[in-house]
């Protein structure tokens, strides 16, 4: 194995806003390392655990293969995405007082990102249009906040 490249331990909380994000960047890197200096027919899975500190190791603890301990940190730190969500904030951002009409653009773009929009028949693209501005737009803020909890929603 190449010991002239070395990765810091992997400490991410899973509560952070960012941990999702924290982790993909984390696990390319890794698999970058493992690439660039683990010699065929290593354990994967104990390169791994090397890079991993106290608190992110019990997440793979009981894992046999790395293929599995890979999965185990994805279900902790890659939460599911609430579509529904994601669109009514992107649809519900505002420029904010003294930002930039690029500051604007930018935080629109990264929400679209979020919103998993896809091709769809018109009529597909019709009934979501519906199902997005009846929540966004309805008076009863407290209805809409248990809407936006669901995943899916059938108007």
């Known amino acids: ?35 660039l200096t683990v010699e065929p027919g290593i354990d994967l899975l104990k390169i791994l655990r090397l890079y991993l ?9 009981g894992c046999k293969t790395y293929d599995e301990a890979i999965a185990k940190p994805n279900e902790v730190y890659v939460k599911p995405k609430y579509v529904i969500f994601a669109r009514h904030e992107f649809i519900s951002r505002k420029q904010r007082d003294g930002e930039s009409l690029e500051e604007f653009l930018h935080a629109l773009q990264r929400l679209s990102k979020n ?7 018109a009529e597909q693209y019709r009934e979501e249009m519906i199902r997005d501005a009846f929540i966004n737009n309805m008076s ?7 809407l936006l909890e669901h995943s899916v929603i059938s108007l």
């Open 115 to 121: 919103c998993e929009y896809k091709n769809v028949t």
């Open 1 to 35: 194995m190449n010991k002239t490249l070395s990765l810091n331990k992997l400490a991410i909380d899973p509560t952070a806003p960012d941990a999702e994000k924290e982790w993909k960047f984390r696990l390319l890197q890794f698999q970058d390392f493992v690439q």
């Open 140 to 146: 009863s803020k407290e209805i809409r906040t248990r």
């Open 53 to 61: 500190t106290g608190s992110t190791f019990e997440y793979v603890q």
